[in-house]
């Protein structure tokens, strides 16, 4: 009994015991399929995971290969068909290179962060983008502007190994990147000072008080510019129906201009201007230890170098300096008639200078009497060394004289420099007065004080270079300047 009671059990463990080897196959299939898929999520997610490391950085190098093209270009790029073409080459190459991206995967490809521009929407392609398509012309106050580029490269399929076992046959991998170039706009100012031919002005007035009195008369001047020293409340004034206008892209004006320059008929409107300084301060005047000459002149018809009390009558005068110590008059149809002549306004004192305010000999030609003068010349100096200092100079006036010349009638220079006068009139301390009509000077004129008293006058000054004192002054302007640098800063997110 005890016997096969034992047996009983034992018998029952068996079936049990088989029993339990189906549950078991049952369950080992179950954790082999758990670690098939485990071993997909790990073998095929790290190699895709691999494979999206190469996509970023293909993507990175592609984004800045087109940076670095556009770079290259600079100013020069205008977005033209071949200049883009040439960007979108360097970026598929480098996506080539790197990725093994091939040139029919960018056809239609799409990016739904696309930058505004597509260079390459020929094929249907937004997956190369840019923010502009060419530069702009920078604007005012412009500092900087940046054009980006975007890259998504085209979709990569991944085979998947043991992925396969839960039905994923591929893993999809793409990247994209942004980089950029910025273009820096600098902008420069810079004063320049040149020296230009010619003095700083065709008629220079150096007066301190009311230098300028033009009242009725009309003044036109060419070839440079008009300049009133004075700062006293009125330093130059014209009547209602005079004018002094300046043609040929000269200013009018000094150091209290507008503001001191009385009347309407200042043209163009006076401006503010530096003062000048003499600009003929440099030539040495005659007398004691001068090359001028120290003989006595004559009387005759024709004249001869020399120092001379007065001139008066028609005379042809021979090259050279003319001392005059009182007066020189013209009447009637009196003419002085030369070439190469300079003449020399000294006081009674000569050889002495004149003294401070003295007024010495001085100019008056009423009528039709005229001054067809034409100053000594370079050619002339050659053979002459004593004129030399003063070439292109006409009327020379001891910087102490304040008399006043006058130029009346309607004869003086009438017909201008074709059958007239020219060179400079200098009387730093004397007054130039301007009467008659219709005559031209074609001079430079610096004078203490210039009126046109009495009845309308008109007069042209004309300031021929080539027939003056040779000059140079100082200018100063100042020039703008802007300047652009291209830089691919590299990527930018």
């Known amino acids: 009994m005890v016997h096969r009671l034992i047996r009983v059990p034992v018998r029952k463990a068996h079936s049990f015991r088989s029993d339990e080897s189906g549950v078991v196959l049952v369950f080992t299939v179950i954790v082999m399929s758990l670690m098939m898929a485990l071993a997909a999520l790990v073998i095929d997610l790290g190699n895709a995971r691999q494979q999206d490391r190469q996509a970023e950085a293909a993507a990175d190098a592609a984004a800045l290969a087109g940076a670095q093209r556009l770079e290259d270009f600079g100013s020069t790029f205008t977005g033209s068909t071949s200049q883009w073409a040439e960007i979108?080459?360097?970026?598929?190459?480098?996506?080539?290179?790197?990725?093994?991206?091939?040139?029919?995967?960018?056809?239609?490809?799409?990016?739904?962060?696309?930058?505004?521009?597509?260079?390459?929407?020929?094929?249907?392609?937004?997956?190369?983008?840019?923010?502009?398509?060419?530069?702009?012309?920078?604007?005012?106050?412009?500092?900087?502007?940046?054009?980006?580029?975007?890259?998504?490269?085209?979709?990569?399929?991944?085979?998947?190994?043991?992925?396969?076992?839960?039905?994923?046959?591929?893993?999809?991998?793409?990247?994209?990147?942004?980089?950029?170039?910025?273009?820096?706009?600098?902008?420069?100012?810079?004063?320049?000072?040149?020296?230009?031919?010619?003095?700083?002005?065709?008629?220079?007035?150096?007066?301190?008080?009311?230098?300028?009195?033009?009242q009725n008369g009309d003044?036109?001047?060419?070839?440079?510019?008009?300049?009133?020293?004075?700062?006293?409340?009125?330093?130059?004034?014209?009547?209602?129906?005079?004018?002094?206008?300046?043609?040929?892209?000269?200013?009018?004006?000094?150091?209290?201009?507008?503001?001191?320059?009385?009347?309407?008929?200042?043209?163009?409107?006076?401006t503010n201007l530096a003062p000048v300084s003499d600009p003929l301060a440099a030539v040495p005047a005659c007398g004691t230890g001068s090359t001028c000459p120290t003989n006595s002149g004559g009387s005759s018809s024709t004249l001869n170098p020399g120092i001379y009390t007065n001139i008066s009558g028609s005379h042809t005068l021979n090259p050279g300096i003319y001392i005059v110590k009182n007066m020189i008059t013209l009447n009637g149809n009196d003419l002085l008639v030369g070439s190469g002549v300079m003449l020399y306004l000294a006081c009674s004192s000569y050889p002495n200078p004149c003294?401070?305010?003295?007024?010495?000999?001085?100019?008056?030609?009423?009528?039709?009497?005229?001054?067809?003068?034409?100053?000594?010349?370079?050619?002339?100096?050659?053979?002459?060394?004593?004129?030399?200092?003063?070439?292109?100079?006409?009327?020379?006036?001891?910087?102490?004289?304040?008399?006043?010349?006058?130029?009346?009638?309607?004869?003086?220079?009438?017909?201008?420099?074709?059958?007239?006068?020219?060179?400079?009139?200098?009387?730093?301390?004397?007054?130039?007065?301007?009467?008659?009509?219709?005559?031209?000077?074609?001079s430079q004129i610096v004078v203490n004080f210039l009126t046109m008293e009495g009845n309308p006058s008109g007069v042209s000054v004309v300031y021929d270079l080539s027939q003056n004192v040779p000059l140079t002054h100082s200018v100063e302007y100042t020039t703008s300047s802007s300047a652009q640098s291209f830089d691919s800063g590299g990527l930018v997110g």
Request: proline share 5%.
């Open 219 to 270: 003044i036109t001047v060419r070839g440079g510019n008009v300049v009133v020293n004075s700062t006293a409340t009125t330093g130059a004034s014209l009547h209602s129906n005079g004018h002094v206008k300046v043609l040929g892209g000269g200013t009018i004006g000094g150091p209290s201009a507008p503001g001191n320059f009385s009347g309407s008929g200042f043209s163009p409107a006076p």
């Open 355 to 442: 003294t401070t305010g003295q007024a010495g000999a001085w100019i008056k030609a009423t009528g039709n009497g005229a001054m067809r003068l034409k100053p000594p010349t370079a050619a002339q100096c050659a053979s002459n060394s004593a004129i030399c200092p003063y070439v292109g100079l006409s009327i020379f006036a001891d910087r102490n004289n304040t008399a006043t010349s006058t130029y009346r009638g309607n004869g003086t220079n009438e017909n201008g420099l074709n059958n007239g006068g020219a060179g400079t009139f200098y009387l730093k301390s004397g007054t130039l007065d301007l009467r008659g009509n219709g005559y031209t000077l074609s």
């Open 88 to 214: 979108n080459a360097a970026v598929k190459s480098f996506a080539t290179v790197n990725f093994g991206v091939a040139a029919s995967s960018w056809i239609g490809c799409s990016d739904s962060k696309a930058l505004t521009y597509h260079p390459d929407a020929g094929n249907s392609n937004s997956c190369i983008s840019a923010d502009l398509a060419y530069w702009p012309p920078a604007l005012p106050n412009e500092a900087s502007l940046t054009n980006r580029i975007r890259v998504q490269l085209p979709e990569h399929l991944v085979e998947t190994g043991f992925g396969k076992a839960i039905d994923q046959d591929s893993l999809s991998v793409s990247a994209a990147a942004v980089s950029a170039v910025t273009r820096a706009t600098t902008s420069a100012t810079t004063t320049v000072i040149e020296e230009e031919a010619g003095g700083p002005c065709a008629l220079c007035v150096l007066g301190p008080e009311l230098s300028l009195d033009g």
